[in-house]
Nanobody, 122 residues
Framework: VQLQASGGGLVRPGDSLRLSCATS????????MGWFRQAPGKERVFVAA????????LVGDAVKGRFTISIDNAKHTVFLQMNNVNAEDTAVYYC????????????????WGQGTLVTVSS
């Protein structure tokens, strides 16, 4: 299963950034997709997950109100819109996918992408 994350980079505090995670068409049968992140020297933590329109979605407390997750079924892609970023958002962001709703439970995700680095610095 291929999950290809992209969109990371260096941004300033208060900026916006959108991460994308593309899946191969034949594998886009996941029930839910999401994002985790891992800051330097810290454990991997949940960011957001969604099962698409009509299904459950969840956003982590640390990013609630600033980050939005969405799925474009036609393009087989999940997005993470990051607004008003701050230094604490600096991390490697991992795209994940699952055949069931796993919410913030990391072991519940069947597939993990390679990660994309986001650095927030002035």
């Amino acid at each position: 299963v291929q999950l290809q994350a992209s969109g990371g980079g260096l941004v300033r505090p208060g900026d916006s950034l959108r991460l994308s995670c593309a899946t191969s068409e034949r594998t886009f049968s996941w029930y839910a997709m999401g994002w985790f992140r891992q800051a330097p020297g810290k454990e991997r933590v949940f960011v957001a997950a969604t099962s698409g329109a009509g299904g459950p979605s969840l956003v982590g407390d640390a990013v609630k109100g600033r980050f939005t997750i969405s799925i474009d079924n036609a393009k087989h892609t999940v997005f993470l819109q990051m607004n008003n970023v701050n230094a604490e958002d600096t991390a490697v962001y991992y795209c994940v996918a699952s055949q069931r709703w796993s919410g913030s439970y990391a072991p519940g995700y069947d597939s993990w992408g390679q990660g994309t680095l986001v650095t927030v610095s002035s």
